[in-house]
Structure formats: structure tokens, C-alpha cells
């Protein structure tokens, strides 16, 4: 059973979010600590998922090789043994039952109730595929969450194919045996760049460009492994557990387009100018991008900052976190995540300080969601920025994505985000300071005043 993180936008029917570690499945298959592990360690969340982002691309979904050497009867073995029907929807069941977040539907939940629904259901023979599949549906709509629903083969292969290194990679972070983490391959494109120029699924990705990866988290190695079409990267591979190191050079052919759009406006009768920027979604090129956008307009003598949030419906959750500690002080939350299982739970701050202090305006609306309003929240809530516009739309729940044994996959709601000041985003939204975009001085005088209420 694998696992991806997810957390889905408004749009989607029925955003690598804190992962969740994930038991073996009821039919005790094969599942290898390599793989459980990387489920508990999955680092890149999304809220913006569609078509168009993953393309028709070819994954492979074979587990990780444990060893080149050693790992092999193991690996034929896993693909060898198929779950029957009943195994199947139990163990979509049990996915359920471990981690799913009891207020996220709108119908009562609780353990005792989902129990008698598996007995319910398990009580006769199940005789085919299609019928497993349609129970499942059924049984997850019956949560009255339209987050938590069904994937089919084919949904699920689209969803794992997504890439945002540029080179056919899809890296998960995995816990060493000296407290630290690596970087595992665990998808990979089949004929992209690094397929084609020898990486291999289960190979551990040790530098980038000669800059050594070691405890670097899977999106900002994401992020050094983004660049211009067709130009090349370096990066240096440990094949399988015990194989050789090897150094590559890859050509990128995959590029997330900038959603950065920015430019410097004059104020009327005043010698200030102000520096205007719209995020139309949060990719892995959005925080590389802001802060070139950002230095651009100081340099250019920018004395105030605008952020248009208006219609983002969110994207890669991990690159609106990475972009709202770009304005926090050292220390300041910039969420909380809540769920049944404690690795749901967490408390996410800024290590370091701000790249700006200049005063902040943040334009939202309605179809302000999911990443963007962790962003909004954070800074409004820190006192770093002013909330402009309409309340936001209200997608604050978190979801896994978990891998059935017949490539199948049910995605879960496992947990949601309450802001810094310990308000639930999800069904509430944000409400904005200012309907209307007030005076600089106005929005000051403001800020002063939090800040003032916040250090009593």
C-alpha cells in the first residue's frame, strides 16, 4: 500500500500535507520497510492536481529495490501474489479506520460505527473486481466527505505520474539510521531524462550540480533540480542499497511555467512606489521565482508590497509554506496541522528571518483556497500583512493518497489546518480586514496595533 500526499482544491470531484505511515494491509502482502517508511516520511503536499500537469506519461509502480543484489526474489515475489476482492476492500477499510478525520464528513463517524459496516459488508463473497471497486465507492461516500473517495487504476497511475523536478523524478524523503533523512527515487517516468540516462527506481540521490542533498527536504531538491528546457544537470546517484555511486548528466525537458507576475506602480502625488505581484498558483518554481521578483522591486525602489491571491486555488501546499516564511520572523507558526495520527500533527514555523519587512497588502476572494489561504492566514496572523478583498473560500482539510494492491487507490482525509491563531480554516474561510484596498498609512496604523495586541 502506498502512499502520496495530497490535498485536492475546490474544483476537484468528489493541493508532499503531512504524510501518514501506513500498516501493512490486511492480507499481510509483501510491503518492504523502504517503501512504509517513505509513506511516513513523504514530504510534497498538493492541493492542484489535473490533467494537464501530469500529461500521458508512463510511471513505474514497482516498490523500490531493497538491494540490487539482495532485493530481487523479494521484489518478483511482491508482483507475483494478488489480493482477492475481500482483501481488497478490507484493506481500504483499514485505511479508513486508522487515520480518517471523524469531522471531515458530514454524516457521524466513529470506529464502532465503521466496524459494523465492515462486518456488514464482508458477510458474503465478493465475486468480482468491479463489484470490490463499486463497494469501496460506496463505502467511502457513505463518510459524507467529498475529499474521500475512490481512485481507479487509471486515476491513480495519472495522480503518481505527477513531476515537479523537470527530469522525470518523484523523490521521497526517508529516514536514516543517524536521525537524518535521504532521498529516495520512488517514481520514476519511464524514457524521461533520468530514466533514460540511467536512474533507477530505489536509487538514493546524493548531490545536485556537486552540492551535496543530505538532509535537504524533497522540495527544495525539487527546486535545484528545475531549470530552463533543455539545459543540464548534474547529479550524482547510489544505485539500489549496496550498489555503486554514479555521476550523470541529465537534460531537463519538464518545466513548471513561472505563476509569478509582478510589476512596480507609481503611487499617485507621492515619491513611493509600490511593488505589485500575483501568484497565480503555488509550483515548484513559485518561491525560486518570488524571490527574484521580490529583489527586483527593492532594487527598483519599491516601499510597499501588494500579493494578489485573487482565483488561486492553491498547488503545491510545501511551496506556499516555503513562501510564507519568506515575510515571518524566526519562530513566528506558520500553520498547524491536526489529525488522529500524530504524524498529521504539527506545529510549522520559520527558521529563519524575513526576506521582507516591508508593509504587506494581501488581495483575497473567494476562490482563494487551500495553499493560499495557509499563506494569507500566516501572515495576516503574524501581523505581517493586512487581508483585503472577500472571505476565502474554506479548503483547509488535508488528504493521503493511498495505493491498493491491484494499483488501485483511495484518497483520505486525514487531518486539516487551524491558523496561528487557532482558527479552522476548512468550511470557515478567512475574513478579510478591508473590503476595499485601504491607504498604505491606513493599513500601518493597523499592523502597529496587532503587533501592539499580539506582545501584551
Not at 40 to 65: F, I, Y
Not at 146 to 166: A, C, I, N, Q, V
Not at 184 to 205: C, F, K, N, T, Y
Not at 306 to 332: H, P, S, T, W, Y
Request: hydrophobic share 35%; net charge neutral; charged share 25%.
Amino acid at each position: 500500500m502506498r502512499l502520496l500526499p495530497y490535498a485536492p482544491p475546490p474544483h476537484v470531484r468528489a493541493n508532499p500535507s503531512p504524510s501518514r505511515k501506513s500498516r501493512p494491509p490486511p492480507c499481510a502482502l509483501p510491503f518492504p520497510d523502504a517503501l512504509r517508511a517513505a509513506a511516513a516520511a513523504a514530504a510534497v503536499s498538493l492541493s492542484l492536481l489535473s490533467g494537464d500537469a501530469v500529461g500521458a506519461w508512463a510511471v513505474t509502480e514497482r516498490p523500490p529495490e531493497l538491494c540490487r543484489e539482495e532485493g530481487a526474489s523479494i521484489k518478483d515475489e511482491a508482483r507475483t501474489q494478488v489480493a482477492t476482492n475481500e482483501q481488497l476492500v478490507e484493506e481500504a477499510w483499514e485505511v479508513v479506520n486508522e487515520g480518517f478525520l471523524p469531522d471531515a464528513g458530514s454524516r457521524p463517524w466513529s470506529q464502532e460505527m465503521w466496524m459494523k459496516k465492515k462486518q456488514d459488508i464482508l458477510q458474503s463473497s465478493i465475486r468480482s473486481r468491479s463489484r470490490a471497486h463499486d463497494i469501496i465507492q460506496k463505502m467511502l461516500a457513505n463518510l459524507g466527505d467529498p475529499y474521500t473517495r475512490f481512485l481507479s487504476p487509471s486515476e491513480f497511475s495519472k495522480m503518481s505520474k505527477y513531476d515537479m523536478t523537470g527530469i522525470g523524478l518523484n523523490l521521497r524523503e526517508i529516514p536514516d539510521d543517524n536521525g537524518s533523512s535521504k532521498l529516495m527515487v520512488l517514481g520514476l517516468i519511464l524514457d524521461g531524462p533520468a530514466h533514460s540516462a540511467g536512474v533507477r527506481q530505489g536509487d538514493e540521490l546524493l548531490s545536485v550540480n556537486g552540492t551535496d542533498v543530505m538532509g535537504k527536504s524533497a522540495f527544495d531538491v525539487s527546486t535545484m533540480l528545475q531549470g530552463p528546457k533543455d539545459t543540464f544537470v548534474t547529479i550524482k546517484v547510489k544505485h539500489g542499497n549496496c550498489g555503486p555511486v554514479e555521476s550523470m548528466k541529465v537534460q531537463r525537458q519538464l518545466v513548471a511555467r513561472t505563476p509569478i507576475f509582478y510589476r512596480l506602480e507609481k503611487r499617485e502625488n507621492e515619491d513611493s512606489s509600490v511593488g505589485y505581484i500575483h501568484i497565480k498558483e503555488f509550483n515548484a518554481v513559485a518561491k525560486k521565482d518570488l524571490v527574484s521578483a521580490l529583489r527586483r522591486l527593492q532594487n527598483s525602489g519599491a516601499s510597499y508590497f501588494v500579493l494578489d491571491l485573487r482565483d488561486n486555488l492553491g498547488g503545491l501546499v510545501q511551496a506556499g509554506i516555503e513562501i510564507a516564511k519568506l515575510f515571518l520572523n524566526k519562530g513566528d507558526t506558520v500553520i498547524y496541522t491536526t489529525g488522529r495520527d500524530r504524524q498529521v500533527q504539527n506545529t510549522i514555523v520559520a527558521e529563519r528571518g524575513p526576506l521582507v519587512t516591508t508593509p504587506l497588502m494581501v488581495l483575497v476572494n473567494n476562490r482563494t483556497a487551500s495553499a493560499s489561504e495557509i499563506v494569507a492566514s500566516a501572515l495576516h496572523d503574524n501581523c505581517k500583512a493586512v487581508l483585503v478583498g472577500e472571505k476565502t473560500f474554506g479548503k483547509g482539510l488535508i488528504q493521503s493518497v493511498f495505493e491498493l494492491h491491484d494499483g488501485s487507490g483511495i484518497v483520505v482525509t486525514v487531518g486539516k489546518y487551524v491558523t496561528p491563531n487557532h482558527k479552522d480554516i476548512n468550511g470557515n474561510g478567512i475574513e478579510p480586514d478591508y473590503r476595499r484596498l485601504p491607504g498604505f498609512d491606513e493599513a500601518n496604523e493597523y499592523l502597529s496595533r496587532c503587533r501592539s495586541k499580539e506582545s501584551r
